[in-house]
């Protein structure tokens, strides 16, 4: 099946420093998918990646989806308070089903 | 819109007891699967289904029965819990044969003593 491995595991950021987590894949991505997770609550979808190279923006929040490396990263511009919780990367194999997720990074930003 | 809800949100059971968590979504999602949360372990994918009548085992199934008789609703049951299936359980949804995101319900937190 295939693996997802995050990092960092957990990373504290002072309020308006920048933060990238980055996702790698044991196996070739079919899509790449991010979530955020606030405490105690279920997953917001953030972004998709399908294709090598592609690169996708959301007010603050950059994903980058780097095929021939199989990993992508998120990149957050000058953090605030909102951006707490946990990040979790997400992806499916070739079938489509079976969507498994990275061990997640959790964010604390220090206001 | 509720999207996928999930009932209940807490739950303690005694080792051997036996509990249905439930799942409902009101978006004509062909696809739907539960997860298991663990500390420091991410998500794990417990069963999963592609539309009423056909189910499928994920990563982590022994434990686990499901089923699928209408669109909406996709039960997981515990027959004899123990306490290594204390954990979030999440209930997610998706149109099928696409490359759609999932929707997440707002996860069962299961205790087992």
């Known amino acids: 099946s295939q693996e997802l491995e995050q990092s960092p595991q957990s990373l504290i950021v002072q309020e308006g420093k920048n933060l990238t987590i980055n996702c790698t894949s044991s196996k070739t991505l079919y899509g790449l998918y991010w979530y955020k997770q606030k405490y105690g609550e279920g997953l917001i979808f953030l972004m998709m990646l399908q294709k090598g190279g592609e690169e996708k923006s959301h007010e603050k929040i950059t994903a980058k989806l780097d095929e021939k490396k199989q990993q992508s990263s998120l990149h957050i511009t000058a953090s605030q308070p909102s951006h707490a919780g946990i990040y979790l990367c997400?992806?499916?194999?070739?079938?489509?089903?079976?969507?498994?997720f990275g061990g997640g990074t959790r964010v604390l930003v220090k206001p | 819109n509720a999207g996928v809800t999930q009932t209940p949100k807490f739950q303690v059971l005694k080792t051997g007891q036996s509990m249905t968590l439930q799942c409902a979504q009101d978006?004509?999602?062909?696809?739907m699967s539960w997860y298991r949360q663990d500390p420091g372990m991410g998500l794990r994918l417990i069963h999963y289904?592609?539309?009423?009548?056909?189910?499928d085992q994920g990563e982590v199934p022994n434990g686990y029965n499901v089923s699928r008789s209408t669109t909406e609703d996709f039960p997981l049951r515990l027959l004899s819990a123990a306490p290594s299936q204390t954990s979030v359980y999440f209930c997610?949804?998706?149109?099928?044969?696409?490359?759609?995101?999932?929707?997440f319900g707002n996860g069962t937190r299961l205790t087992v003593t």
């Open positions: 997610a949804s998706r149109i099928q044969g696409s490359n759609s995101p999932l929707h």
């Open positions: 289904s592609v539309g009423a009548g056909i189910t």
């Open positions: 997400g992806s499916h194999g070739a079938a489509g089903n079976k969507l498994t």
């Open positions: 978006m004509n999602h062909e696809y």
